[in-house]
């Protein structure tokens, strides 16, 4: 497997950008051609995936310096994840490798989606932030967390613990809790925990109706500002217009570049992605701006299948639009 050519450069130093936990195999299934339910023998596809290893992976593609930090296993799944982050020009320093089974989001049905995850005791679970390379917490500026990765014990508590220390340093935090069906029951703590950490936090309108189930999308939108005022919000919407609350009570709204869609896996990751590389890249940049950028780097990443990290020139081609 070769690295790509044009990703960044790691010879001078530690990566500005880490996104933590969550990178995981999807086995997919792949639906009969005449769109019957299987009754044999059913076909798969496997991917390499995870909220925040898409989220890495954006920022990579972009061009920032980018980490993915957690655990893979040493089995078939591992290695084409341990390839395909080779491939997306990760710093795999920050990559550790331990002989536990794979973690496995089974997505037997796509329309509408059913899954469930394999991955007890797997090697997901046993990332050491003791085993990150020494000093690199004084080069991040930016740590992204979310997803299931924050529910699966003993890692949730590990990277919620991770989240803290980065703040206290001085790291800001990025987080989108993304829900899943494994956050059904006992989420709010950790959602309390992460919102109080976070700088930004992004929510698409469907998180907004699964974590708050009673409340108008109004409501829930107050009641995600009111975990942390100081967190900036990004609501994603599909296709539809998204906002983002700043931490001055100020909502912007923009509609993303209408594009044709091949599909949306991966659009809320490339999404806050692009957000957090234009706050990086160019901070100088309005909040419409980084909002724009953000829409645009979700939309690019629905032209083409699967979780597809859209190119800095994909971005802008659309912006310009
Ligand atoms: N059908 C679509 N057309 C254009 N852009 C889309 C579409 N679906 C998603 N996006 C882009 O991806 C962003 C995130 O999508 P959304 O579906 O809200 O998040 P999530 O993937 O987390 O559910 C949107 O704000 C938009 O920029
Ligand atoms: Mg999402």
């Known amino acids: 497997m070769s690295t790509c050519n044009t990703g960044p450069d790691f010879s001078s130093g530690f990566p500005a950008f880490v996104s933590a936990g969550d990178i995981l195999t999807d086995l997919v299934r792949v639906p009969a051609p005449d769109g019957t339910p299987a009754h044999g023998d059913s076909h798969w596809r496997a991917h390499p995936g995870g909220a925040g290893w898409n989220v890495a992976r954006a920022v990579a593609r972009l061009g920032l310096p980018t980490a993915c930090v ?16 080779v491939a997306a020009g990760l710093d795999m320093r ?3 490798r331990v002989a536990h089974p794979p973690l496995l989001a089974i997505v037997h049905q796509t329309h509408p989606p059913a899954y469930y995850f394999i991955g007890e005791q ?7 932030p003791a085993k990150l390379p020494e000093g690199w917490r ?7 967390f979310g997803c299931i990765s924050l529910v699966r014990q003993p890692l949730g508590e590990t990277l919620a613990t991770l989240a803290a220390e980065l703040r206290a340093a001085g790291v800001k935090i990025s987080f989108d809790p993304n829900y899943r069906n494994l956050m059904a029951h006992g989420y709010e703590p950790i959602l309390r925990r992460m919102a109080a950490l976070a700088d930004l936090i992004k929510v698409s309108d469907e998180d907004l109706r699964m974590l708050f189930p009673n409340h108008s999308e109004t409501e829930a939108i107050a009641a995600m500002r009111a975990l942390n005022p100081a967190a900036t919000l990004l609501v994603t919407r599909g296709a539809q217009a998204a906002s983002l609350h700043t931490v001055d009570g100020e909502v912007i709204e923009a509609a993303p570049p209408r594009v044709e869609v ?9 999404s806050i992605g692009g957000l957090l590389f234009s706050l990086m890249s160019t901070p100088q940049r309005t909040w419409r701006q980084h909002l724009a950028f953000a829409l645009a780097a979700g939309a690019a ?8 990290s ?12």
């Not at 797997?122 to 050491?128: C, R, T």
């Not at 004084?138 to 992204?144: F, I, N």
């Not at 091949?262 to 490339?270: I, L, S």
């Open 138 to 144: 004084a080069h991040a500026k930016w740590a992204h």
């Open 301 to 308: 990443a629905c032209r083409r299948a699967g979780a597809h």
């Open 94 to 96: 920050f990559m550790q």
């Open 262 to 270: 091949a599909d949306t896996v991966g659009a809320g990751d490339a």
């Open 70 to 85: 957690g655990a893979l296993g040493t089995d078939n799944f591992s290695d084409e994840l341990w390839n395909a982050s």
């Open 122 to 128: 797997s090697a997901d679970l046993a990332f050491d």
């Open 310 to 321: 859209p190119t800095l020139d994909e971005v802008v081609a659309l912006l310009a639009d």
